[in-house]
């Protein structure tokens, strides 16, 4: 059989990586990490983007860009000036995960991926660039990092307050 | 911030001092009626005698002390009444806390020698029920009036609905010739009332089946997941008189209506969770309600030890396995994160994925003791339907021993962590207290925890109760359970303010017999630490508290303001639905309920007033409030951080499941 052209080669491989990340995702919605799960069907310059119902039944996009190697959630926490307390904790806390004084089933490795957060008029990003090829452990360490945001990081700091305006709970069902 | 007055009355050295004080100030006031006397009946100051003294009335003790006198089909015959009493006592119904009213049905229960207990409110005797039940596992009652005692008595029953206490909810209902006609007073339609809060209930309208439904009651109350059971008793069913008992229907003895029998796992069931435990790296048991309703504690210990798991007890009472325990990941919240395999038994309230502190890939085994309930909330990886203690004693004739090493010192380090991370808080809330002569939450909490587990008594003694919003998160991380039913969890899922108060005065009664598990501290003080906002809801059972001599320590945290009030900060013209008038004196209240009362707001105030109540209570059974003058900006991060943080679900201070 001839050798497919690079081109197709190419194409195919982002669908297998896509899919890969997306059968992780699958994995967690199955799980029930996930309350609601979508896909969306297409791959456009290589991306595509899943929904995911998540913390706080909240929806998060997650988008999967295979040429760039990149699985970034657009927006994790609003309303975070960049100039505050909360940001540069926010920052530490995710440096800290790459710790190796973390024991191993804890940390991301640095050799298979690294998370960085951005921000942009206070919306917090989070990007985990992929290293090594290793698709599914840079999205399953990605979802163990946003999950450690929001049960570890937003209950033991003082953002009780930050939480309920930003993501406009009822302090009584919170 | 604003100091607290000079002449604001600090704590007095000694319980007479308290009440005499307490008496001078109220005799030198006009109109003065009442004056604090110890339920000892001491004599005080002659220039106050013509004053009568707070006491218990004779009749009290002398009704307390009669001989149980049970119905009997002989002569006049039994009241329908009296027929559900006798299935209460023989069912070891173990206590009935009520208001009166439903009075056939009351003075039934009460004469056929089921422990009585008789309040101020029916939603404050209806938590003390729940409270007794929880620290014992054993069925209570609670019972009130037609309309408003029965409706009173709401909040309490939907909390003891999520505890999934066994509570026999009872009240009397008019009766069944004036139904729909409004005739005289108090009609309401009291089943539709407790849809949604109860496991079972029943108006009954048949005099001849008034057994048979008791019958249900009790089949509903010790089988399966507990719950309330409501039954409501309309005239012609409680005053029918029987008799013959050929004239009742189904009038079986306990062990033809219903059955001890408990669900079994299969074998091969059990092989499997056995291997699922043996492969994972770091596994972990919930111990939830059913471990403490089934009594399953000791062998639970015996499977964390034998196989190196990490243990966190939850649900609504504390204490099925010791927080001091090396494997007790109660205090090790970062280390949940790290468990591979969770096996939760017989939680009966699931969370869902996210409200407990796991990974995404934690793989997950539930037993519980109905199938129904398998896969809600929570996907499985193997559900088993079985009795806990059963499924319990079945794992630990399979499991290997094992060691966990890397597990073992992983949750040690994550212990240190969090209790470093508490007291860096309390560092930080000493330095506040200074700075304010008031209270800081964690201060108050730390100190407790000091005088209960740190000094002179026995860690495992005192059993305690917290509740509040910034008074009952503080409190829960540093309140401490070292053996079964050592500590309420007053707000468990329902989130009530305000039944603490009155649930740890019912959990007092339990330890005051020694019921159960608390046999062993029969007659120990008892602990609760409230919130200004939550005392005025229960306070007015200090009363019951003296009648019955059952000492309980309150801490009010008084913070002048309902624990939301930052949902106002940002909000016109709205700040006068949170706050309170300003210091108020929950410790003169107390006086003047018969308790003893102390005003602290410094910590060493608070460590002398914990000692003089400790002594108070444990010597002469005589209750204590200890008002914690607090400020309401210790609640907000914005005034003094870190405010109120939600404690971590699983462990200490848990209270949604």
């Known amino acids: 059989m001839p050798a497919a052209p690079v081109k197709a080669r190419s194409r195919e491989s982002v669908r297998s ?17 996930f309350r609601g799960y979508g896909r969306d069907p297409a791959i456009r310059d290589g991306k595509c983007s899943f929904k995911l119902l998540w913390h706080y039944d ?84 990605l979802i163990h990092l946003v999950q450690e945001i929001f049960l570890v990081f937003l209950q033991d700091g003082s953002y009780y307050e930050y939480m309920v305006e930003s993501f406009d709970l009822d302090p009584d069902r919170f | 911030m604003k100091r607290r007055s000079k002449d604001a009355r600090i704590a007095s050295s000694s319980v007479d001092n308290a009440r005499r004080n307490f008496m001078l100030k109220s005799a030198a006031g006009a109109g003065a009626v009442v004056v604090a006397a110890g339920a000892n009946h001491r ?56 208001c009166p009213g439903n009075y056939t049905v009351i003075n ?54 999520a505890a999934r206490t066994p509570l026999l909810v009872l009240a009397s209902n008019m009766q069944l010739a004036g139904d729909d006609r409004e005739q005289f007073i108090q009609t309401s339609y009291q089943q539709p009332t407790t849809t949604g809060m109860k496991k079972y209930g029943k108006r009954l309208i048949a005099p001849n089946r008034v057994h048979e439904y008791g019958a249900y009651a009790f089949r509903q109350l010790k089988s399966g997941i507990p719950g309330p059971v409501h039954l409501d008793f309309p005239a012609e069913v409680a005053r029918a008189r029987f008799n013959d008992p050929a004239k009742l229907t189904d009038y079986h003895s306990k062990n033809k209506y219903r059955s001890e029998s408990r669900a079994f796992p299969s074998p091969k069931e059990v092989e499997r969770a056995a291997d699922m435990i043996n492969k994972a790296e770091r596994p972990l048991f919930i111990a939830g309600q059913g471990v403490f309703q089934r009594k399953a ?46 096996i939760f038994v017989g939680q009966y309230c699931m969370p869902s994925p996210g409200e407990f502190r796991f990974n995404p890939d934690v793989k997950t085994i539930r037993v519980h003791p109905v199938q129904e309930d398998l896969g809600r909330n929570w996907p499985l990886d193997l559900g088993i339907v079985s009795d806990e203690l059963v499924f319990l004693e079945a794992l630990s004739g399979v499991l290997p021993r094992k060691k966990r090493d890397a597990w073992v010192n992983e949750l040690a380090a994550a212990r240190g962590a969090f209790e470093k991370q508490h007291l860096d808080v309390y560092e930080l809330g000493l330095k506040y207290s200074r700075d304010t002569n008031a209270i800081h939450p964690a201060v108050m909490a730390k100190e407790v925890h000091d005088f209960l587990y740190k000094g002179d008594i026995d860690p495992k003694q005192t059993l305690t109760g917290s509740g ?70 229960s306070l007015f059972e200090l009363d019951t508290a003296a009648k019955f001599k059952i000492p309980v320590i309150a801490l009010i945290y008084n913070n002048n303001s309902w624990g939301m009030w930052p949902s106002a900060a940002t909000s016109a013209r709205s700040m006068q639905m949170y706050l309170f008038q300003e210091n108020l004196r929950y410790d003169v209240m107390a006086e003047g309920l018969g308790a003893r009362g102390e005003y602290v707001h410094t910590p060493e105030q608070l460590r002398a007033a914990l000692k003089r109540s400790y002594q108070a209570a444990a010597k002469e059974s005589i209750s204590s409030v200890i008002n914690v003058q607090a400020l309401k900006e210790f609640t907000s991060a914005k005034h003094y951080p870190p405010g109120v943080a939600l404690n971590p679900e699983p462990g200490v201070g848990a209270f949604a499941h």
């Open chain 2, 468 to 537: 509040g919003w910034t008074s009952g998160l503080y409190a829960g991380r540093w309140l401490r359970a070292f053996r079964p039913g050592q500590s309420v969890v007053c707000a468990y899922q329902y989130g009530a303010i305000g039944p603490d108060l009155a649930m740890v005065i019912g959990a007092g009664a339990a330890v005051q017999r020694g019921v159960g598990p608390q046999a062993p501290w029969k007659g120990a003080p008892v602990l609760c630490i409230t919130s200004d906002a939550g005392a005025a809801y």
């Open chain 2, 108 to 161: 039934a229960i009460g004469a056929a020698g089921v422990p009585s207990y008789g309040g101020r409110t029916e939603g404050a005797m209806c938590a003390a029920a729940d409270g007794f039940s929880r620290v014992t596992g054993e069925v209570t009652a609670t019972s009130g009036t037609e309309g408003p005692g029965f409706t009173h008595m709401i909040m309490n029953i939907a909390s003891a609905n």
């Open chain 1, 17 to 33: 990586r896509t899919n890969r990340v997306a059968e992780t995702l699958e994995g967690y919605a199955r799980r029930g990490v």
């Open chain 1, 58 to 141: 909240r929806e998060f996009e997650l988008v999967f860009d295979a040429r760039r190697n990149t699985l970034r959630f657009p927006l994790v926490l609003p309303n975070v000036p960049s100039d505050a307390s909360m940001y540069r904790d926010l920052k530490r806390f995710i440096e800290e995960r790459h710790s190796s004084e973390l024991p191993e089933h804890r940390r991301i490795d640095r050799r298979k991926a690294v998370a960085t957060p951005t921000n942009r008029r206070g919306n917090v990003s989070l990007t985990m660039r992929l290293r090594g090829g290793d698709d599914e452990y840079g999205a399953r360490k």
């Open chain 2, 297 to 342: 504690w000791d062998v639970l210990k015996e499977i964390a030890e034998k196989h190196e798991m990490a243990v966190v007890g939850t649900g609504p009472t504390r204490g099925v396995f010791p927080d001091d325990h090396r494997l007790s990941a109660s205090l090790s919240p970062d280390a949940l994160m790290s468990a591979d395999l969770v």
């Open chain 2, 43 to 98: 004599v005080f100051a002659s220039a106050l005698a013509e004053i009568p003294s707070i006491r218990i009335p004779k009749e009290i003790p002398d009704a307390l002390n009669e001989a149980p006198k049970p119905g009997s089909f002989e002569g006049n015959g039994m009241t329908g009444a009296e027929v559900f009493a006798k299935l209460c006592k023989e069912e070891e119904l173990a206590a009935l806390f009520c």
